[in-house]
């Protein structure tokens, strides 16, 4: 079965907690704190498998949780950081952020990305030792792993789409020029999947030729099958408009090639500049005047024309010769950027935010879940970034509230992995 839309739900590994130890051996007295950090936990990693086509296996499992970090022991020993979790999807699978629509990772390359990076492993209690402070009885917990609804949109790679009316010889196109063995048949809707040939050219380089199921009027609305699959023609480099000039199931030609231009331009406006060559096809059952008054009306609008009949291969190799010399003066197939990560404006924040606040020998700790996804977003090594995240504390009233708890200038405010001295 092909599908090409999957939603799931991912969690990285929390990391592992800190250990609270203090050394004892004989002899030895007052030996301190040896407790040592936790793991780090599994990372989600997205891995392309070229022996996947679909993302049907979604189907069955839509929850993906990686192992957490082990915890911290005594006598410093760290505990073991998680595997990251692989998950392997096909070629071409963009993955976005269900909830905000961001993409997150075009798996188009070999190369594996992260999605969801697990949580730190929390300090030992080793870490929180001073001249002032030298039976620290307490330690960090390890930060919770990153978690994301998915929606995972498969959208095939490929040089040239065929768009067009259903039952005009997309499939017999396909099947002539390459070892793709569609659906062929005399009725709509033979082709219900995208169908991917691999045309062989004698003194050029191979194409992907792409068989979109038939558009219909109303397809970039929803009507017929044609827009479960508009989404593989954006990645197409050309298109190829394949039109039944015979007319011969009661339809005009001419308002065949305007009604798919336009469900394309609506979908997508990038499409309407896609570059384009028009085949009309099933000659034979017209007549050469009719052939020719429909060349005319296409190269009228700047478009160059294939008269071809699919069925018997006649006329086809002009058509291909032309698409490989148009393939190699256009640029690869496209590939969409990730986006970054908005930065929510300070007045967003509620100025009311609820943070859990203990204190520790001084030491103030404060979380939130709010809190964590703010400091992840964060780049302290950047002056203007820094002073966003000062306002954030300020406007949320988190500064207020370690005052509130007793806080003194010189204090160690402990945010997750994030360490400072207060200052007033």
Same mark, same amino acid.
Request: aromatic share 8%; proline share 6%.
């Given at each position: 079965?092909?599908?090409?839309?999957?939603?799931?739900?991912?969690?990285?590994?929390?990391?592992?907690?800190?250990?609270?130890?203090?050394?004892?051996?004989?002899?030895?007295?007052?030996?301190?704190?040896?407790?040592?950090?936790?793991?780090?936990?599994?990372d989600?990693?997205?891995?392309?498998?070229?022996?996947? $086509?679909?993302?049907?296996?979604?189907?069955?499992?839509?929850?993906?949780?990686?192992?957490?970090?082990?915890?911290?022991?005594?006598?410093?020993?760290?505990?073991? $950081?998680?595997?990251?979790?692989?998950?392997?999807?096909?070629r071409?699978?963009?993955?976005?952020?269900?909830?905000?629509?961001?993409?997150?990772?075009?798996?188009?390359t070999?190369?594996?990305?992260?999605?969801?990076?697990?949580?730190?492993?929390?300090?030992g209690?080793?870490h929180?030792?001073?001249?002032?402070?030298?039976?620290?009885?307490?330690?960090?917990?390890?930060?919770?792993?990153?978690?994301?609804?998915?929606?995972?949109?498969?959208?095939?790679?490929?040089?040239?789409?065929?768009?067009?009316?259903?039952?005009?010889?997309?499939?017999?196109?396909? $099947?002539?020029?390459?070892?793709?063995?569609?659906?062929?048949?005399?009725?709509?809707?033979?082709? @219900?999947?995208?169908?991917?040939?691999?045309?062989?050219?004698?003194?050029?380089?191979?194409?992907?030729?792409?068989?979109?199921?038939?558009?219909?009027?109303?397809?970039?609305?929803?009507?017929?099958?044609?827009?479960?699959f508009?989404?593989?023609?954006?990645?197409?480099?050309?298109? @190829?408009?394949?039109?039944?000039?015979?007319?011969?199931?009661?339809?005009?030609?001419?308002?065949?090639?305007?009604?798919?231009?336009?469900?394309?331009?609506?979908?997508?406006?990038?499409?309407?500049?896609?570059?384009?060559?028009v085949?009309?096809?099933?000659?034979?059952?017209?007549?050469?005047?009719?052939?020719?008054?429909?060349?005319?009306?296409?190269?009228?609008?700047?478009?160059?024309?294939?008269?071809?009949?699919?069925? @018997?291969?006649?006329?086809?190799?002009?058509?291909?010769?032309?698409?490989?010399?148009?393939? $190699?003066?256009?640029?690869?197939?496209?590939?969409?950027? &990730?986006?970054?990560? &908005?930065?929510k404006?300070?007045?967003?924040?509620?100025?009311?935010?609820?943070?859990?606040?203990?204190?520790?020998?001084?030491?103030?700790?404060?979380?939130?879940?709010?809190?964590?996804?703010?400091?992840?977003?964060?780049?302290?090594?950047?002056?203007?970034?820094?002073?966003?995240?000062?306002?954030?504390?300020?406007?949320?009233g988190?500064?207020?509230?370690?005052?509130?708890?007793? @806080?003194?200038?010189?204090?160690?405010?402990s945010?997750?992995?994030?360490?400072?001295?207060?200052?007033?």
């Open positions: 079965m092909f599908i090409d839309i999957a939603k799931i739900k991912v969690k990285a590994g929390d990391g592992g907690d800190g250990a609270v130890a203090f050394h004892r051996e004989k002899y030895v007295a007052s030996g301190g704190p040896d407790g040592g950090d936790g793991g780090r936990g599994g989600i990693v997205f891995r392309v498998d070229d022996n996947l $086509s679909t993302l049907a296996d979604f189907r069955y499992k839509r929850k993906y949780t990686a192992e957490r970090g082990e915890n911290g022991r005594g006598k410093r020993c760290f505990g073991k $950081s998680a595997q990251p979790l692989v998950i392997t999807v096909p071409g699978t963009l993955i976005r952020n269900a909830e905000t629509g961001r993409i997150m990772a075009d798996m188009s070999d190369e594996d990305v992260v999605i969801a990076k697990g949580g730190r492993g929390g300090w209690n080793t929180f030792a001073s001249p002032t402070r030298q039976t620290p009885r307490f330690a960090k917990p390890g930060t919770p792993g990153e978690a994301f609804e998915l929606q995972l949109e498969l959208k095939l790679l490929a040089d040239v789409g065929l768009v067009g009316f259903p039952n005009v010889g997309k499939s017999t196109l396909v $099947s002539v020029v390459s070892e793709a063995k569609p659906n062929i048949a005399n009725y709509h809707f033979t082709t @219900i999947t995208p169908v991917l040939g691999v045309v062989h050219m004698p003194n050029a380089p191979s194409f992907v030729m792409a068989d979109i199921p038939g558009l219909i009027e109303g397809a970039w609305q929803g009507v017929g099958l044609g827009h479960q508009l989404r593989h023609v954006e990645r197409c480099r050309m298109l @190829i408009h394949i039109v039944d000039v015979s007319g011969s199931e009661g339809r005009d030609p001419k308002e065949d090639f305007r009604i798919i231009n336009e469900e394309l331009r609506k979908f997508n406006p990038d499409l309407a500049n896609r570059p384009m060559l085949a009309g096809n099933k000659c034979d059952l017209t007549t050469d005047e009719q052939v020719e008054d429909f060349r005319k009306f296409v190269e009228e609008q700047g478009y160059e024309f294939f008269p071809i009949m699919a069925a @018997i291969r006649y006329d086809v190799d002009p058509l291909l010769n032309k698409t490989a010399e148009m393939l $190699s003066t256009l640029p690869p197939v496209a590939h969409f950027e &990730p986006e970054p990560e &908005p930065v404006p300070v007045e967003e924040f509620s100025s009311k935010a609820k943070v859990d606040i203990r204190v520790e020998d001084n030491v103030y700790f404060v979380e939130a879940d709010w809190l964590l996804k703010l400091i992840s977003a964060v780049d302290f090594d950047d002056y203007e970034s820094l002073q966003y995240f000062q306002r954030v504390l300020i406007h949320t988190v500064i207020d509230a370690l005052r509130e708890a007793g @806080i003194q200038e010189g204090d160690t405010v945010m997750y992995d994030l360490e400072f001295d207060f200052v007033n």
